[in-house]
């Protein structure tokens, strides 16, 4: 029963979300009202799922970390809400602007809405691919990034542990070019929709047994090294839900001799673990740096991020 139950549960799970949301808006029902019921389906599933079938029964124990990970669901979701609406406004302006030197938007909207998704996925991963990848490499932007990656375990509730500021950025700069090429509204959602499901398998203890879809989904067991403590590991894997871009640019990392060892940010042992603290950290980097150094960590490492790709599996 295990390994079927980590065989089954992300695919099924994505497929049975995108179905009720084509049957929904058939039916005239607004497909964005479906993001809140499947979130508390989702979360609810994954968290069953994190007893019955635990990737390490350690991670199921809190560590000081819970209410933190509980602050930033409403953050998400208030992030979210924004982002969604400006990301229109801008589609909207760009796109009145575009259309009258290129004419309408080249979206193939005429196609199936399944024959449309996955070109929206791919063009959604490959934008939020390279956003992701800079966030490791451009030292202001890691300074954000690193709250997400300052969790000392994986399980569903840190999904949403990522600062606003960050939130923010990949969500409307996510949305922007398929609204911008004419996609419409449904394949918007479903896009959104994926994005909900694949990021809580990608952060729930659950011993997902993908196989070949290991190479598909960026969800665990790939993406539990992109939180490895170790940074030759962590720069790798940087797929929001799919994981074929970092097969194309060389970052695809999937060792088969070992296992992740630690999570969390190598050299950052003092960043700070309340949420508040969390938001204002950019701030303080320096600070933090200095904390960790004298807490036996070494900040020049810490500090550096290298512009080259780790050593990744073909």
């Known amino acids: 029963m295990r390994p079927l139950l980590g065989a089954v549960a992300l ?121 992701h990848r800079a966030l490791h490499q451009v030292p202001l932007l890691w300074r954000l990034h690193a709250v997400h990656h300052s969790a000392q375990r994986l399980y569903w509730l840190n999904t949403t542990r990522s600062h606003p500021l960050e939130m923010l950025g990949r969500g409307v700069g996510n949305l922007i070019p398929l609204a911008l090429l004419g996609a419409p509204e449904l394949l918007i959602a479903l896009s959104g929709i994926t994005n909900l499901v694949v990021g809580l398998f990608q952060h729930a203890n659950v ?28 720069d790798s894997n940087y797929g929001n839900s799919f994981i074929f871009w970092d097969h194309v640019f060389g970052t695809f990392l999937l060792p088969r001799d070992h296992e992740v060892d630690e999570l969390g940010i190598e050299g950052l042992d003092a960043y700070p673990r309340g949420y508040l603290a969390q938001l204002v950290a950019p701030l303080h980097w320096n600070e933090i740096l200095a904390r960790s150094a004298g807490a036996g960590c070494d900040p020049v490492r810490a500090a550096s991020r290298s512009t080259t790709s780790p050593e990744v599996s073909p």
């Open 207 to 234: 011993d997902l047994r993908l196989g070949p879809l290991n190479h598909v989904f960026s969800a665990l067991p790939v993406h539990r090294w992109h939180h490895s403590r170790e940074r030759a590991e962590a």
């Open 11 to 131: 695919p099924v799970t994505l497929s049975a979300a995108i179905a009720a949301a084509i049957l929904l808006d058939a039916r005239g029902v607004p497909s964005s009202s479906l993001m809140l019921p499947l979130f508390l389906v989702c979360v609810l599933l994954a968290a069953l799922l994190e007893r019955v079938i635990p990737h390490r029964t350690a991670w199921n124990r809190p560590r000081g970390d819970v209410w933190t990970d509980a602050a930033y669901v409403p953050t998400s979701w208030a992030v979210g809400g924004l982002a969604q609406p400006l990301a229109s406004v801008l589609a909207v302006w760009l796109g009145t602007a575009a259309a009258g030197l290129l004419g309408p938007g080249p979206w193939p909207a005429h196609w199936p809405i399944l024959a449309q998704l996955p070109l929206a996925w791919a063009l959604v991963e490959l934008v939020d691919y390279w956003a």
